[in-house]
């Protein structure tokens, strides 16, 4: 279906199931760890899903095509790139399934009723808000945290998720702490932890995260996932990742 592009946007192949996406020339376009954390993510039939901070809509698309999800819905508080992640939606076909919502995620509660979704993702800002920030406001607001920290992001999983229902979060490492201290607080415990290296020799540049609601106390830590080999090729596991067809569990 063919959608209106806006000045300085372009559309971008996602390499999957002839999945696109528009994206801002002078904004913040999505990386490898939107795609580690969609599959990453374990979702069943008919589930009901959400992606809180969607961006430009990257996970919610990727799941539509990698899941057979009932329903799913993104959040997102910028305009513009709410606007470009609904047209994202409509340029893949996918209206009847994935809904962009312009909101705050701090206030979903007010959108959905509580308890009532089946998965929750989170691709949250990475770095803390401190003063002035010389970006564009697209940008700064995708890469720092100015509208949301990580309890907001976490206790909006918890407010929506029904109980045992799993919340799927990429970080940095540096975060740790904060993401395990509120996700119990906000009654989700980490059950898989996954760190991500560039390479073997490098520390972890990111970790995934999957909570369950309500569940006892007991985290696995999974094989670290290198991104590139000594031939600065991508490794085998993230070529798998990249091919992974299905994110979908019984």
């Given at each position: 279906m063919e959608v209106k592009l806006l000045e300085n946007e372009r559309i971008d192949d996602l390499q999957f199931e002839g999945l696109k996406i528009i994206q801002s020339t002078d904004g913040f376009c999505f990386g490898i760890d939107a795609v580690l954390l969609s599959n990453f993510c374990k979702v069943k039939?008919?589930?009901?899903?959400?992606?809180?901070?969607?961006?430009?809509?990257?996970?919610?698309?990727?799941?539509?095509?990698?899941?057979?999800a009932k329903e799913i819905y993104a959040i997102e508080i910028q305009d513009?790139?709410?606007?470009?992640?609904?047209?994202?939606?409509?340029?893949?076909?996918?209206?009847?399934?994935?809904?962009?919502?312009?909101?705050?995620?701090?206030?979903?509660?007010?959108?959905?009723?509580?308890?009532?979704?089946?998965?929750?993702?989170?691709?949250?800002?990475?770095?803390?808000?401190?003063g002035l920030i010389n970006e564009n406001d697209k940008k700064a607001i995708s890469r720092h945290s100015i509208k949301c920290d990580v309890e907001d992001v976490i206790k909006a999983a918890s407010d929506l998720l029904k109980p045992n229902g799993r919340f799927f979060m990429v970080n940095r490492p540096n975060r740790l702490v904060d993401m395990m201290y509120f996700g119990r607080k906000h009654n989700l415990e980490a059950k898989f932890v996954r760190f991500v290296h560039s390479r073997e020799t490098?520390?972890?540049?990111?970790?995934?995260?999957?909570?369950?609601?309500?569940?006892?106390?007991?985290?696995?830590?999974?094989?670290?996932?290198?991104?590139?080999?000594d031939e600065n090729k991508y490794t085998k596991d993230i070529m798998e990742i990249y091919e992974k067809k299905s994110v979908e569990v019984k």
């Open positions: 039939k008919n589930s009901k899903l959400i992606d809180l901070g969607t961006g430009t809509g990257i996970i919610p698309i990727l799941l539509a095509g990698k899941s057979n513009e790139v709410a606007d470009m992640a609904k047209r994202s939606v409509k340029l893949n076909d996918l209206e009847d399934r994935v809904k962009v919502i312009n909101a705050d995620l701090k206030d979903v509660t007010d959108i959905f009723e509580k308890y009532t979704f089946d998965v929750v993702t989170s691709n949250p800002p990475y770095m803390h808000s401190k490098k520390a972890p540049k990111l970790i995934l995260v999957e909570y369950a609601k309500y569940a006892k106390a007991e985290a696995k830590i999974m094989d670290p996932l290198y991104i590139y080999d």
